[in-house]
Each structure stands twice: as structure tokens, then as C-alpha cells.
């Protein structure tokens, strides 16, 4: 209400001064009917105005997978094994830092702190990523706190992309890529890794991109490239050969990669994760993503960082400064608190960066066995905390004829009708691939084992009943 009032008020100057209005005490539903009966021909101009457009780099990009299937398994009261979040408390180290943040002796805590990221927060990342990266990293130039690691991801697009530049993104891809790279002016080129062995079961490290395919993809305007590994939703783990043959691929074109790594310690049976930034001649050209809400279990602090040169960080600071600014002082501080501690026992089994795999890795198993119990085909994912299986085998008529992929069609019927949210894998898949990807469905598996064992039943359960 308050909004429209304001909105149409500087169009009704010329027959309503506009201090008036303002300063008016009278209802809203008075100041209407008043305004309407004086000057009708101004109200319908009124009227019209309050249709704003939206800005174009907005077109196409309103809502998203997220907005849609949360609110149908809101509706539906669903079991929710959609969302990536752990439903277990984080680590209560970085808790109660976070409440000695907020209400210890310190109480500048409580205000603003460095912009490009507070202090203590940037000395520890850097500390740990000249480790990671073997090469020092400066903690006041090389380091940019983020709201997320989707904050880093938007500066690198905006920080780096024009309109007519092009953008390769390999699939299955974070949805946001897309969006990002359109809203910066640039144009999508998409890249999948397809499965080898389609209709049987497989572990992630089976579905390849096609190298020839991928050079294929690059052209004089092509500026970035966009990999995640481990890969959201697959939980493929690219391999040291996968990575330079990519890196190859850039230094050849003159590309840069925006390397979102934010599972970087979410690794199962012995994987590795190497880091495109550490390849031969990669630094230069590379901004590494990772989020603290991924290490330490805090998805809800939304806190991230960029990692990269000084002549790549200055453009993806310069937008931080310009929207953002400055992330929660306390929520970087607890963050900084938590680094510390892990930083003291990186190659030790209570490190929380190896102890969260270790609790994963049966959960994954646990998820899996129950996933191919009712004839679904897992792909076991060598990290990450989701895992998509395909369950074309199961003949389900949802009776939706409408042109959906299948995988969204079956996702919805699971939510109406069982009570049990999915997200399609195909949303991770550009327009022109998502076939690849529609006889798949992606589970979140960083949840208490019984709400998996609860997941389980409902299956079960629908199984059975598909028998009698
Ligand atoms: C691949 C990938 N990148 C980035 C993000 C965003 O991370 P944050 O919550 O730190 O913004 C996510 C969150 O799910 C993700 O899966």
C-alpha cells in the first residue's frame, strides 16, 4: 500500500501537490476515492505509470528451479531431500564463536569491519589457501569475503564479463551460472559431461566431456570458463588429467576460469580434489570460490571468499565495494574462529574438513542401497553431498502430459503425491541438453540418518504398493 502511494505520487503534482500527500493523515482508501473523483484523467495516467518495467538484463531470469520446487514441497509438507543443507547442528566451536562474537567483551564486533573482508577472517583463509596452493597468498590483496559463495560467483561475472563476451559453462551446472552470465551481458555456451553407461549403475567419475566437444566451444569471444568440482549435483570429482586438459584449453584461447570449489573437502573412498588454480601457468587466469557455509555446515551464514591474483582480484573487489560492501563482522569472525582451530590439524582425523567426509560416506551408502532397493539406479558420487539416480526403469505414469522433461514431471508427482522432495537433475542441464540428464533425480544425502532411513520408507512403501 505504502508503495504504491509513493510510486504514483510524483506523477500526481499536477493535480495534487504532492506535499499533501505526504503529509496527509487521512486513510489510504480516503486519499484514493478523493483523488479518483477530482482528477480522473490524471489517475488513469496514474495508473499506467505504476507499470515499471523491470531492467532487460532481467528478462528470462525470474525465479528459478529453487523458488519453484520449494514452494511445492512447502505446500505439500514434504520430505525435503531437495535442498543442499544439513538438518544437524554445525560444529559448536563455530557456534559459540559466533555467540562470543555477538556478545563477548569486544563489542566492535558488532559493527562494520574491512570491507573486502574483516582481518582476522582474510589472515586465516590466506594462511590456509598458501598451503592448498603452495604459494603465498596474500591475505589483503589475493582474498575477498563474499555474502556466499554466490556473492563471489556474481563479481566474477560482473567483474569480468561484457555484453558479446561468451561464457563456457560445462553441465550439469549451480543453476545461478546461467542467470549470471546473461545479467552480465554475456552469452552461455554449454558443454556436457554425458553419462557412458546409461541405464546401468555407475559412480560419477563415468560421466565425461567429450574433449573435441569441449575445444569445439571455444571461439575469439569466449572470456571465461565456469568449472565446479566436486560438481553440484553429480558429485563428480574432476581428475588432475580432466583439469589440464581443460587448462590447457583456456591458455591456449586465453580464457579465464571461475573455479567454484565450495566442496572442496567433501571427498569419499580416498578421492583427491585438485585445484585448476595450481596447475602450471592456471594462477594467473583463475578466481577459486568457496563458501563457509559448505566447510563448516552453516549454509545459513551465507559467507564465501574468492581466492585469486591481484590483477584479478582488483575488478571482482571493485564490484564487492559496490554492492555488498561489507559481510557480517561476527559471522567472520566465527568463520576466522573455526579456521584457526582446523588450521592447527589440517592432516588429522578430528579436522572437521576430514571428519565431515567420514560421517557422509555411510550416509551416501546408506542413501544409495536404499535408492537401488526400489529399482532406482544411484550414481555413486565421488563428493559433494548429492547424488542423482536415475529412475527411468520404475514406469511411473505421473499422467502429466505436459512437454516438461521427465525427470521434472516425476519430481513433481513424488512431492504431490508421496510427500517427498527430489529436484530434476535437467535443471542443471542448459535448454538445448537437457534429454541428457531427464531420466535423473538429485537427493541431498548431508542429512541425520533418519531422515534418509525415513526417505527410504516412503519408497519402500510406494514399492510395495505398486506389488499389490
Ligand atoms: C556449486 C555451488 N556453488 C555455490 C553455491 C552457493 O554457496 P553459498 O551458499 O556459500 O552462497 C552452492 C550452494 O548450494 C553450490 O552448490
Redesign the pocket.
Known sequence: MFKAVTSIAPAASSCCRRGVLFRSSAPLTSFYQLNTSACFSTTSQLMASTEFKGAKRLEGNYGNVWVEYIALTMKHNALNLGQ?FPDFAPPDYVTKALVEAVTGPNVLLNQYTRGYGHPRLVNAIAKLFSKLHDRPVDPMTNVLVT?????S?FCCFQGFINPGDEVIIIEPF?D?YEPMTRAAGGTPVFVPLRPSKPGSLMTSAEWKLDPAELESKFSRKTKALVI?TP??PLGKVFTREELEMIANLCKKYNVLVFA?E??EWLLYDGHKHTRIATLPGMWDRTLT?S????TFSV?GW???WTVAPDHLMKHVSAFHQNCVYTCATPIQEAAAVGFELELGRLDSPDCYFLELPAMLQPKRDLLAAQLQEVGMLPVTPDGGYFMVADFSHLGVETGDDSDEPKDCKFVKWLIREKKFATIPTSAFYSKEHKSVAENYIRFCFIKEDSTLRRAGDILKEWKRSLKQ
Not at 555474502?147 to 556473492?151: K, P, R, S
Not at 563458501?291 to 559448505?294: D, L, P, Q, R
Open positions: 543442499g555474502a556466499g559463495a554466490y556473492e560467483l549451480f545461478c565446479n560438481n553440484n567454484d565450495v566442496y570460490i563458501s563457509a557455509g559448505k549454509t551465507k559467507l564465501g
